[in-house]
């Protein structure tokens, strides 16, 4: 069965620090994928990025970088020089080619303060 | 456009009542879905709609009845619900069910309700 592990429930930051957020996977499929989003106070579950199973290259877009390692099942989600803006929970999810739908980590509720 | 809207923001209702839930997007997808996030904790699939039919129900209790009248709406409707069906309703959509990993889902801002 899949799994998304995300051992940190809460991370607190002061602005400009940088920090990770863990995400670790279970599967037996060759062929998944796996995605970060970030749910603001307002609710919505706004998309960051896509992985699929064959592509380890690593991400960087502006502030964000990602890794995505095979060899331990992990995809972890780096937020340089942090700001306020970045306070929300971030789920790290994963799917298959069976599921066709999100299977969701706990969360990591990252609070960036001033 | 890439919103997928929900109505109403906010319900409050009671175990008697019989509401439902909206959600729409113009974006062309013709994967839909529910998810039900309870305070505090991850999402969790209710419904997946493909082409306007059904195609997974996670074993949701009856008292949750999706529709899907095209493929641009998605229904929820709620009846003799309990206190503890209280929570986050979100909608999604994504391009296509059958390469769902190779889109991404985008998301409302969620129905919050409260079963009082």
């Known amino acids: 069965a899949q799994k998304v592990t995300q051992a940190q429930t809460e991370i607190s930051v002061v602005e400009k620090e940088d920090v990770t957020l863990d995400c670790v996977y279970e599967?037996?499929?060759?062929?998944?994928?796996l995605f970060w989003y970030k749910q603001p106070p307002s609710g919505e579950l706004v998309f960051l990025i896509r992985r699929n199973s064959f592509d380890e290259q690593n991400e960087i877009s502006g502030r964000y970088s990602w890794n995505f390692q095979k060899s331990t099942s992990s995809f972890n989600f780096t937020i340089t020089a942090s700001q306020v803006v970045d306070s929300a929970v971030y789920f790290c999810?994963?799917?298959?080619?069976?599921?066709?739908?999100?299977?969701f980590g706990s969360g990591t509720r990252l609070q960036v303060q001033p | 456009d890439t919103e997928v809207t929900q109505t109403p923001k906010h319900l409050v209702m009671g175990m008697t009542n019989k509401k439902s839930l909206k959600c729409e997007q113009h974006?062309?997808?013709?994967?839909m879905y529910w998810y039900k996030q309870k305070a505090k904790k991850p999402p969790e699939l209710m419904f997946v709609y493909s082409y306007e039919k059904l195609s997974i129900n996670e074993s949701v209790p009856s008292r949750f009845s999706p529709e899907c009248p095209n493929s641009s709406l998605l229904n929820l409707h709620l009846h003799a619900l309990q206190p503890e069906d209280s929570a986050l309703y979100l909608c999604?959509?994504?391009?296509?069910?059958?390469?769902?990993?190779?889109?991404?889902?985008?998301f409302g801002q969620g129905t919050r309700l409260t079963v009082v």
């Open positions: 999604a959509s994504s391009r296509r069910a059958s390469d769902f990993g190779n889109t991404e889902a985008f």
């Open positions: 974006m062309g997808h013709r994967a």
């Open positions: 599967t037996r499929d060759t062929t998944y994928y």
């Open positions: 999810a994963h799917t298959d080619t069976g599921r066709r739908a999100l299977t």
